[in-house]
């Protein structure tokens, strides 16, 4: 069960669209529809962003979208906002009941 | 609003066991719906799938930790709680819980967290 591959870091100026991609294998992301999008400011409790690969919890910003091709999903910020600096984690369903997270992306707005 | 709240003695000595509990509030841990996760972060390292129990006592657990972990719940108390043995530097973490919605092959995410516990692990 190795880590979903994630840049290190993304960055944006304010307004702009950002992608963040999440690389996996066929026995996760590519295996299910089951990915999950988490935005991380240290020292807060992480904040589900997208579930099921494109699905937005009630109250989460329009500005973010999911995706999915093949192994890779993509998460998609849209006219970037100071706030959305943080650190953002994919999570997919693995198989055998259980879940991988992302290595993280550390977003930054310029 | 679901809200959880990790809590725990402090720094750990290495080979000794890690304990944390979990205290759910505005949600039963009774909840058929829903598990319950634990999930750690290491120092400038991404995150950890622990693993989760339900409240019937069914439980899952990452293979890599599968030996040294035990989560079990307290429906009484609301509260689940999460146990590591034989511990090194290397479980020095957050350790975060987290509510685990999940059924078949539906869902799978985690939809509300606590904000963390740092637990160190040094003799």
């Known amino acids: 069960q190795s880590a979903l591959t994630q840049p290190a870091s993304v960055s944006g100026s304010p307004g702009q669209s950002i992608t963040i991609s999440c690389t996996g294998t066929?026995?996760?992301?590519?295996?299910?529809?089951?990915v999950s999008w988490y935005q991380h400011h240290p020292g807060k409790a992480p904040k589900l962003m997208i579930y099921?690969?494109?699905k937005r919890p009630s109250g989460v910003s329009n500005r973010f979208s999911g995706s999915k091709s093949g192994n890779t999903a993509s998460l998609t910020i849209s006219g970037l906002q100071a706030d959305d600096e943080a650190d953002f984690y994919c999570?997919?369903?693995?198989?055998?009941?259980?879940?991988?997270f992302g290595t993280g992306t550390k977003v930054s707005v310029l | 609003q679901v809200q959880l709240q990790e809590s725990g003695p402090g720094p750990v000595k290495p080979s000794e066991t890690l304990s944390l509990t979990c205290t759910v509030s505005?949600?039963?841990?009774?909840?058929?719906?829903?598990?319950w996760s634990w999930i750690r972060q290491p120092p400038g390292k991404g995150l950890e799938w622990i693993g989760y129990i339900h409240y019937i006592g069914s439980t899952n657990y990452n293979p890599s930790l599968n030996s040294r972990v035990t989560i079990s719940v307290d429906t009484s108390k609301n509260q689940f709680s999460l146990k590591l043995t034989s511990v090194t530097a290397a479980d020095s973490a957050v350790y975060y819980c987290?509510?685990?919605?999940?059924?078949?092959?539906?869902?799978?995410?985690?939809?509300?967290w606590g904000q963390g516990t740092l637990v160190t692990v040094s003799p």
């Open positions: 987290a509510r685990d919605h999940h059924s078949g092959y539906d869902y799978w995410y985690f939809d509300s």
């Open positions: 505005g949600a039963s841990v009774s909840t058929s719906t829903y598990y």
């Open positions: 066929s026995s996760d992301v590519g295996g299910y529809n089951l």
């Open positions: 999570c997919s369903y693995a198989g055998s009941s259980s879940y991988v």
């Open positions: 099921e690969g494109s």
